[in-house]
């Protein structure tokens, strides 16, 4: 039991996505728990965002917030996704894209303009990086997409009705319910609940097991979607590998501009880290629906990424708790 205990500990993120796998698979494809699957799928959509408020609100208590200030790592980064997001609008209107062309390109687009995961600062803090520089940069990358969404969607597909101001309030709200709320909360415990902060902070690698249960929650609304597609399979095949491509290019871009800045670690979670959820519902509200297939893979790519950075981490004996 100690064995699998301590394996659990070390493949985290890995085992909850072979468990949302699974459970979903089981409950899918068995006809005797399809009531139970209906009974449970709305109470996993009302978990989920309890859990994203957790793994914030955990991570931030621990945050010094005097130290939230932009850094010169920041700008780069913000540039770089700024630059791949007007590559791939520019390819879509120069070769006039339609069909399962621009859909290719709308699930790559998504996968760029979505923020930074309001879980990376989780990953970064695990990996020995600067907790409170990706905090930071986490609120920032969120202004950039609100920029940059009701700027590009119009520019590539006619249909997506969107106005700048609806678009930029939508995500400020969703920013500030899943970013600003639990860093508020955060704050007045630190400062007030001085027992319950300490204990909190005690608790080793909370924020890091309360994102594997999300992740677990994730992966299965993910493999749900693929399996629900409406494509070959071979499409969908394209759509993942691209993913895969895009998602390596992303990290490897984030840390080469890091490295000139001492910051390796939080500049590649801060360019390759996404919120796919965000990203998957942009796309079912502004673009193709199949194009959402695109973060939904991209979200497996980048927790296999994650957990191979933590696994070279711990073998170097440089893994830090959060």
């Known amino acids: ?27 899918a494809f068995t006809p005797p728990l399809a009531p139970l699957a209906d009974f449970f799928s709305p109470i996993c959509d009302r978990i989920l965002p309890l859990f994203m408020f957790l793994i914030l609100f955990v991570t931030f208590c621990k945050v010094d917030f005097r130290k939230l200030i932009p850094v ?15 590559i791939i609008v520019a390819l879509v209107l120069w070769f006039h894209l339609k069909g399962d062309a621009l859909i290719l390109m709308e699930a790559i687009l998504t996968c760029i303009i979505g923020p930074c995961a309001a879980a990376a600062p989780v990953v970064t803090a695990k990996l020995g990086g600067n907790l409170e520089e990706m905090t930071t940069y986490t609120f920032l990358s969120n202004f950039i997409t609100a920029l940059l969404i009701p700027i590009c969607f119009p ?44 204990w909190i902070c005690s608790v080793k690698d909370l924020s890091y097991y309360l994102w594997g249960c999300s992740l677990m929650m994730v992966t299965g609304t993910t493999v749900k979607n693929i399996v629900h597609a409406e494509t070959t399979p071979i499409f969908l095949c394209l759509i993942a590998a691209l993913g895969l491509i895009l998602c390596i290019v992303q990290f490897a871009t984030g840390r080469f501009i890091g490295h000139y800045f001492d910051s390796t670690v939080e500049a590649g979670q801060a360019l390759g880290q996404k919120n796919t959820a965000f990203a998957i519902w942009i796309a ?17 790519w980048q927790n296999i990424i994650n957990s191979v950075e933590i696994w070279i981490n711990r073998k170097k004996g440089l893994e830090r708790t959060t």
């Not at 079912?284 to 497996?300: D, F």
């Open 72 to 86: 010169r790592w920041h700008l780069w980064v913000g540039i770089q996704q700024i630059v791949f997001v007007f």
């Open 155 to 198: 520019m590539i597909d006619k249909a997506a009705d969107i106005s700048f101001m609806a678009a930029f309030l939508k995500i400020l709200y969703e920013v500030c319910v899943v970013l600003i709320l639990p860093m508020l909360l955060a704050f007045i415990v630190k400062h007030t609940l001085h027992r319950f902060h300490r």
């Open 284 to 300: 079912y509200t502004y673009l193709n629906p199949l194009s959402s297939v695109g973060p939904g893979c991209y979200i497996l």
């Open 1 to 27: 039991m100690s064995s699998f205990i301590r394996f659990l500990k070390n493949w985290t993120l890995p085992a909850a996505m072979v468990m949302g796998t699974l459970l979903y698979l089981i409950f």
